[in-house]
């Protein structure tokens, strides 16, 4: 019972309350207004047609700058690679510079400790002959040194 109560306050709803908007007929116009009211459409639509046009291309103009400001940071992004690389290469160079710097000095130092090992032999041996001169003769020996 209760779905046939729904079904008829819906039925009077829709036939009572509502309104339904007629159907435009077009029969009584005149050719000379259909021809103004196609006229009018026309141009409501090339208006339109305006307006999206112009929002069109006011896009592509933003989108153009967007690329536009995209390859300069990309431009820019590019330099600063190239500095860095730059920087890195340099930085390489001055350190395997450094390491063979230090690689000569480390040699010349165990070249200098060889010849100060030799020096203190050669003073060593000259050192006992002179003493074993002086015992054989019994007189000191002095060196002199010449200037």
């Known amino acids: 019972m209760t779905v ?28 000379a207004t259909r021809l103004l009211e196609k006229r009018r459409e026309m141009s409501e639509v090339e208006q339109a047609l305006a307006a999206q046009k112009e929002e069109f291309q006011m896009k592509m103009e933003s989108l153009q700058q967007r690329r536009e400001e995209l390859d300069r940071k990309e431009y820019q992004l590019k330099e600063s690679l190239l500095k860095f690389d730059k920087f890195l290469k340099e930085n390489d160079s001055k350190r395997a510079r450094a390491l063979k710097k230090a690689a000569e000095e480390r040699e010349m130092r165990r070249a200098k400790d060889r010849e100060i090992a030799r020096l203190k032999e050669e003073t060593s041996g000259l050192t006992k002959d002179r003493d074993h001169i002086q015992y054989k003769t019994g007189k000191k020996c002095y060196i002199s040194t010449i200037p």
Do not use: A, G, Q, S
């Open 4 to 31: 046939n109560l729904e079904e008829y306050f819906r039925t009077t709803f829709e036939d009572k309350i509502l309104v339904k908007m007629p159907e435009r007929e077009d029969d009584h116009l005149t050719p």
